[in-house]
């Protein structure tokens, strides 16, 4: 079956630190890729996505590459802020059209001022 | 524009009470639905998804059950609380390119 795998931390940075949280999977297929951002109490949002290998989701100064040779799809962004601070989620969701995602156990990013 | 809403948002009973929790999604038609279930240091566990009315699959087996009486709403329901339902519970509903979830209910079984 499919699996995501991602580091599960805690991460604690100070401001403006480099970020970087693992991710890789196991899939059958050609799966798309995505990141999800929970902050505290809240519901999970979609952070950013690719549908293909090579492919670059980015948002909000977050980047993720779709590497199918090492089917990874790691969380990168150069300068964190305290407003990061949040559960990011790494997800894949199989070809076909019903939209099950499956979802690493999530990373607890702390930013210190 | 789309909104999914959830409620109550947060939940107390004890153990053996029964559930039920709604999830509604207005400005889409025929969305697939969700309930996710995230326990404390634990991810998302996937626990039922519909494509339509009165369609469900359930992934997990437990003492949960899920109806979807509308096309829109999805209910979430147990006849006796464990202990070990307490945890986050999302609901969510894709269209054919995000999948896009609600604020969540916290529940607490004592």
């Known amino acids: 079956g499919n699996s995501v795998t991602q580091m599960e931390g805690p991460v604690t940075l100070s401001e403006e630190a480099f970020l970087t949280i693992n991710c890789t999977y196991t899939?059958?297929?050609?799966?798309?890729l995505f990141w999800y951002v929970q902050y505290p109490g809240e519901g999970l949002q979609l952070l950013l996505k690719?549908?293909?290998?090579?492919d670059k989701g980015s948002n909000k100064g977050f980047e993720a590459t779709y590497r199918k040779e090492t089917t990874s799809f790691h969380l990168e962004k150069g300068s964190v802020q305290v407003s990061d601070s949040a559960v990011y989620f790494c997800a894949l969701k199989e070809g076909g059209s019903n939209y099950k995602l499956t979802f690493g156990k999530g990373t607890l990013l702390t930013v210190n001022p | 524009s789309q909104t999914i809403h959830q409620w109550p948002a947060t939940l107390v009973q004890p153990v053996g009470s029964p559930l039920s929790l709604e999830c509604t999604v207005e400005?889409?038609?025929?969305?697939?639905l969700y309930w996710y279930r995230q326990a404390a240091g634990r991810g998302l566990q996937l626990l039922f998804y519909s494509v339509g009315i009165g369609q469900i699959s359930s992934e997990v087996p437990q003492n949960l059950s899920a109806s979807r009486p509308q096309d829109r709403q999805f209910i979430l329901s147990s006849k006796k609380l464990l202990l070990s339902d307490s945890g986050f519970y999302l609901c969510?509903?894709?269209?054919?390119?995000?999948?896009?979830f609600g604020p969540g209910t916290r529940l607490t079984v004592l």
């Open positions: 969510a509903w894709s269209s054919p390119y995000e999948q896009f």
């Open positions: 690719a549908t293909k290998a090579d």
């Open positions: 400005g889409t038609s025929n969305p697939n």
């Open positions: 899939a059958t297929g050609y799966p798309s």
